[in-house]
């Protein structure tokens, strides 16, 4: 089967191209992808600094579609379903899907980080020449094949165009709020980065009940939508000739309650930890930093009573959790619509990249 797809050669735009779409193997679905959106991970691997990154590769992890085919063994789903495609999958007999305390399902990590499917080869090929899969998801492409350990089945009235986000930045951010946090009503919160993810963990606060909520950013023009999302207030980095975490710990009469880091810069990680209140703050890691960066503070920050977390895809089990997510949507009890600010033809994902960069866009869909 010969579609469309938005391939990568190593720091060059992404190409779109006819690219072979082979059938699922065992326990393999193959997916007609609707609606697709683009997020910094995608453009980390892009810029050409991802060390686990494989070219040529069709990047793309935030996606929503329709099942075409699936392959021998496959229960979960079947053709015609409504899914959202998982780049943490659930196979439900790991230990650390056994787990209560993660959703760090590990069963096909070693072979998703090598951009391959579990087997070891690759779905895709492009004028005779083999592709690499993205994130166990690929979603930058019209068809994709993913586990079926990678997919989950939604409410088949859900608009894709929407809850595609909930593939990734919505979901890791309201998760930081209400799993790894654990927000508390009538807490005071920081959180550092309003872009997509910041926006989600400010919403999951407001969720939770917190009473103060601020927005840390140096780009003003997003304050505003931080405050619709549940924002109390919102300041700059820039503002002040003090230390963000000096500004935050005199604003709180000691520190906030829970600090989120949403950038992916490991001095603002420092940062966010500092201005954490002494006995009882907790700091939750949510943006990846680059490849080899480390982290660092006093450890008194630690010893006299703050927490250091991290979270990955707001620690939610994703085959359980993501049709539960749809449906807190569709019953309005949490935002996706007004995360979206671009929708676009799928041709134009060159264009949805460069929004994202200019930080014009909170989110840009891709439409097929």
Not at 23 to 49: M, N, Q, W
Not at 150 to 171: F, N, Q, R
Not at 274 to 301: D, L, M, N, Y
Request: glycine fraction near 12%.
């Amino acid at each position: 089967m010969n579609f469309r797809s938005g391939i990568l050669s190593k720091s060059k735009p992404l190409s779109i191209e006819e690219v072979e779409v082979a059938p699922p193997k065992a326990h393999e679905v193959r997916i007609k992808i609707v609606a697709t959106a683009v997020c910094h991970t995608d453009a980390y691997t892009l810029s050409g600094a991802d060390p686990e990154g494989c070219f040529p590769v069709i990047l793309g992890h935030e996606g929503a579609g329709i099942v075409e085919s699936v392959g021998e063994g496959v229960t979960k789903v079947k053709k015609g379903d409504t899914v959202i495609p998982l780049y943490i999958p659930q196979c439900g007999e790991c230990k650390f899907c056994k787990n209560p305390k993660t959703n760090l399902c590990q069963k096909i990590r070693i072979t998703q980080g090598k951009g391959v499917m579990p087997d070891g080869t690759s779905r895709f090929t492009c004028k005779g020449k083999q592709l690499y899969h993205f994130m166990g998801t690929s979603t930058f492409s019209e068809y994709t094949v993913v586990a079926d350990i990678s997919v989950a089945k939604i409410d088949a009235a859900a608009p894709l165009d929407k809850v595609c986000l909930l593939g990734c930045g919505i979901s890791t951010g309201y998760g930081a709020a209400v799993n790894t946090a654990k927000v508390e009503p009538g807490s005071t919160c920081a959180v550092f980065g309003l872009g997509g993810v910041g926006l989600a963990v400010i919403m999951g606060c407001k969720i939770a009940g917190a009473s103060r909520i601020i927005g840390i950013d140096i780009n003003k023009d997003k304050y505003a939508k931080a405050k619709e999302f549940g924002a109390t207030e919102c300041i700059s980095p820039q503002d002040s000739k003090k230390s963000i975490q000096e500004v935050l710990v005199e604003m709180t009469d000691g520190g906030v309650d829970y600090s989120f880091e949403c950038i992916g810069n490991v001095g603002v990680m420092r940062a966010a930890l500092e201005a954490c209140h002494k006995g009882w703050g907790v700091s939750v890691i949510v943006g990846v930093a680059a490849a080899g960066q480390e982290i660092s503070t006093r450890p008194f920050q630690l010893v006299t009573g703050r927490t250091w977390k991290g979270t990955a895809f707001g620690g939610w089990k994703s085959v359980d959790s993501v049709p539960k997510l749809v449906t807190e949507y569709m019953s309005k009890k949490i935002k996706v619509d007004e995360f979206v600010t671009h929708t676009l033809p799928f041709d134009k994902i060159n264009e949805a990249f460069e929004l994202m960069h200019s930080g014009k866009s909170i989110r840009a869909v891709l439409k097929f």
